[in-house]
């Protein structure tokens, strides 16, 4: 055959003709990067920024420190600052609509009016010009013209200049729970604003002053210990903090769900209310944790009832927010109803509800908040009924009783509505390593409240050898429990495989457990007869236990036997 083309072989099916190369894709043309500070309207809005924060320095210097050197009167002071406050206001308002006056105006009007807001506090705080409720309607008003002004020239910048400036320079002119007042104004005269504007950072800006001065209040108190007026006063100021923030937080919300920042303001407004109860006689701070985490239990369980929360309209980040923020004041409410015994009694209860609705509602939230109280009472109930506690008759005298019982009875209960609400769970698989895990730490739970609440018993009795007595009743808990477990896994062997696994297993570690006890601890501590029925009553238990494994293991042979002869 002739070569192809002249003494050349033919080209390869899919092989580049002679000659051919592959295209070179376009440059892409260098875009030279402009320095920030040559970008437009950054260096403006910068200079505008600082001249805010400059003026209104000056401005409290004339409330404030010229008073202090004596410089000119009052009147002249004040009505000086009113003066330069309209005067710059004016200004804005003059040069907004002219060509490049938009920042301008802004910073004009903002200092303006952040100045007579200044100037109202100093009226009300240093001269006493204006009673105090006075004071705080006029602030109210001057307020709410600055954010009316703001959102008729839609400028997000304008409301949170005011309020920033406002609540950054009234420390220097006011000060204690008056000053508290002025920065709640500023806080209630921007809630509408959010209800027409998304503007994500006024929500921090109202709040946020307003929650870290009545911390600081809260915190000067728990050092002064006020008297009773000062300390209702500071209690008024956190209720209108929490409330402005929750009915805020609501409106907007319900509005636009995907607001976030308005939830994270509503997690700070709710920080004064979990404060202030420090400050009060354990009674009040009871009654305040108490009616706090109602409500906004209310607000977060509503979410978990879909009528109620398609009629409400309250988005999950909002009342996931409301659910921890009432777990806190739970806490609080557990501590001011108990002492140091009954304690674990009523964090565990408070984890039971938690645990029974995050089973019923498939709400890992619930599932959370009510791991987490049954931690902290397991923890609790660890450190009264400790194992050392346990180990020594003297210790057990002293530190076990009736409530110890309680204690532990309502512990194994926390943990059955546990595993309850944790099988509920759809990652969860029956069989799987970590249903196993589950087990074996509910074993272990549960084994440990058993003994805790015999030996207390025991000792609750008043016998001579009731500490003995209860552990040995332990020790035949343990080994019925085992027994017990045993007995279902082999039931459920030809059944259920799955199920067999976990039982057989978790009864063959708890057989395992309550030999170690008979052996390490009990055979050194009980005496006499108590050790005696100890070592029978688990004997047979073992012997009944073993015959029953032996013959459901020979009938399940069998069973296969026949399978094949049937098959052959």
């Given at each position: 055959?002739?070569?192809?083309?002249g003494g050349q072989?033919?080209?390869r099916?899919g092989?580049?003709a002679p000659?051919?190369a592959p295209?070179?894709?376009?440059?892409?043309?260098v875009?030279?990067?402009t320095p920030?500070?040559?970008r437009e309207?950054?260096?403006?809005?910068?200079?505008?920024?600082a001249g805010v924060g400059?003026?209104?320095?000056?401005v409290?210097?004339?409330?404030?420190?010229?008073?202090q050197?004596g410089?000119?009167?009052?009147v002249?002071r004040?009505a000086?600052?009113?003066?330069?406050?309209?005067a710059?206001?004016?200004?804005?308002?003059?040069?907004?609509g002219?060509?490049g006056?938009?920042?301008?105006?802004?910073a004009?009007?903002?200092?303006g009016f952040?100045?007579a807001?200044?100037d109202v506090i100093a009226v009300?705080?240093i001269?006493?010009w204006?009673?105090p409720?006075?004071g705080?309607a006029v602030?109210?008003?001057v307020?709410a013209c600055?954010?009316?002004l703001?959102m008729?020239w839609q400028?997000?910048?304008l409301a949170?200049?005011v309020?920033a400036?406002?609540?950054?320079?009234s420390?220097v002119?006011?000060s204690?729970?008056l000053l508290?007042?002025?920065?709640i104004v500023?806080q209630?005269a921007?809630?509408p604003v959010?209800l027409v504007?998304d503007?994500p950072a006024?929500?921090?800006?109202?709040?946020?002053?307003a929650?870290l001065?009545?911390?600081?209040?809260?915190?000067?108190?728990a050092?002064d210990?006020?008297?009773?007026?000062?300390?209702?006063?500071?209690?008024i100021?956190?209720?209108a903090?929490?409330?402005?923030?929750?009915v805020?937080?609501?409106l907007?919300?319900?509005r636009?769900?995907?607001?976030?920042?308005?939830?994270v303001a509503?997690a700070?407004?709710t920080?004064?209310l979990?404060?202030?109860?420090?400050v009060l006689?354990?009674?009040?701070?009871?009654?305040?944790a108490g009616g706090?985490?109602?409500?906004?239990?209310a607000?977060?369980?509503?979410?978990l009832?879909p009528k109620?929360?398609?009629l409400?309209g309250?988005p999950?980040?909002?009342?996931?927010v409301?659910?921890?923020?009432s777990s806190?004041?739970l806490?609080?409410a557990?501590?001011?109803?108990t002492d140091?015994r009954t304690?674990?009694?009523a964090?565990?209860?408070?984890?039971?509800?938690?645990?029974?609705?995050?089973?019923q509602?498939?709400?890992?939230?619930a599932?959370?908040?009510g791991g987490?109280?049954?931690?902290h009472g397991?923890?609790?109930?660890?450190s009264d009924a400790?194992?050392?506690?346990l180990?020594?008759?003297?210790?057990a005298?002293?530190?076990?009783?009736i409530?110890t019982?309680?204690?532990a009875?309502v512990?194994?209960?926390?943990?059955?509505?546990?595993v309850w609400?944790?099988?509920?769970?759809?990652?969860?698989s029956p069989?799987?390593?970590?249903?196993?895990?589950l087990?074996?730490?509910?074993?272990?739970i549960?084994l440990?409240a058993v003994?805790a609440?015999?030996?207390?018993l025991g000792?609750?009795?008043g016998?001579t050898?009731?500490f003995?007595v209860?552990h040995s009743?332990?020790?035949?808990?343990?080994m019925?429990?085992a027994?017990a477990?045993?007995f279902?896994?082999?039931?459920?062997?030809?059944?259920s495989?799955?199920?067999a696994?976990?039982?057989?297993g978790s009864?063959?570690l708890v057989?395992a457990a309550?030999?170690?006890?008979?052996f390490?601890f009990?055979l050194?501590?009980l005496?006499?007869?108590?050790r005696?029925a100890?070592?029978?009553v688990?004997g047979v238990?073992?012997?009944v236990a073993?015959?029953r494994?032996?013959r459901?293991?020979?009938?399940?042979?069998?069973t296969?036997d026949?399978?094949?002869?049937?098959?052959?």
């Open positions: 055959m002739p070569p192809y083309g072989a033919p080209p099916w092989a580049p000659g051919w295209p070179v894709p376009p440059r892409r043309p875009v030279a990067r920030w500070w040559q309207g950054v260096i403006s809005r910068v200079l505008a920024v400059v003026t209104l320095i000056g409290v210097m004339l409330l404030v420190l010229a008073a050197a410089f000119f009167g009052p002249p004040v000086a600052g009113a003066v330069f406050s309209v710059l206001i004016g200004a804005g308002l003059r040069i907004f002219r060509s006056g938009r920042v301008g105006a802004i004009l009007a903002a200092t952040a100045g807001y200044l009300t705080a001269y006493d204006l009673y409720a006075l705080l602030a109210l008003g307020a600055g954010v009316a703001a008729r400028s997000q910048p949170v200049l309020v400036g406002a609540a950054a320079l420390p002119v006011g204690g729970l508290l007042g002025f920065l500023l209630l921007c809630a959010q504007r503007w006024l929500h921090i800006v109202r709040t946020l002053p929650v001065a009545a911390i600081a209040v809260t915190l000067i108190a050092i210990s006020p008297e009773g007026d000062a300390v209702r006063d500071l209690l100021a956190a209720v903090i929490g409330v402005i923030g929750l805020g937080t609501v907007v919300v319900r636009r769900a995907s607001d976030v920042t308005a939830t509503f700070l407004s920080v004064p979990l404060v202030v109860p420090s006689d354990r009674v009040g701070a009871t009654v305040i706090t985490a109602a409500v906004l239990l607000v977060g369980a509503q979410y009832v109620l929360r398609a409400v309250i999950a980040h909002t009342a996931t409301a659910a921890a923020a806190l004041a806490v609080e557990c501590f001011g109803v140091a304690l674990p009694i964090l565990l209860l408070v984890a039971i509800g938690y645990l029974a609705v995050a089973g509602r498939r709400s890992p939230v599932l959370v908040i987490l109280f049954g931690f397991a923890s609790v109930f660890l400790s194992p050392e506690t180990a020594s008759s003297s210790l005298a002293e530190w076990l009783d409530w019982v309680l204690a009875a512990l194994l209960a926390t943990v059955a509505v546990a609400a944790m099988r509920a769970r759809p990652g969860l069989g799987s390593s970590a249903e196993s895990v087990w074996v730490v509910a074993s272990v549960c440990y003994t609440a015999t030996v207390a000792v609750v009795s016998a050898d009731g003995v209860g009743a332990a020790t035949i808990l343990w019925a429990a027994t477990a045993l279902y896994g082999l039931r459920n062997l030809a059944r495989t799955a199920v696994k976990v039982a057989l009864g063959l057989t309550a030999l170690a006890k008979l390490l009990d050194a501590t005496d006499g007869l108590v005696v100890a070592f029978l688990v238990l073992l012997l073993g015959t494994y032996a459901a293991f020979a009938e399940a042979g069998a296969r026949r399978g094949g002869e049937e098959v052959r």
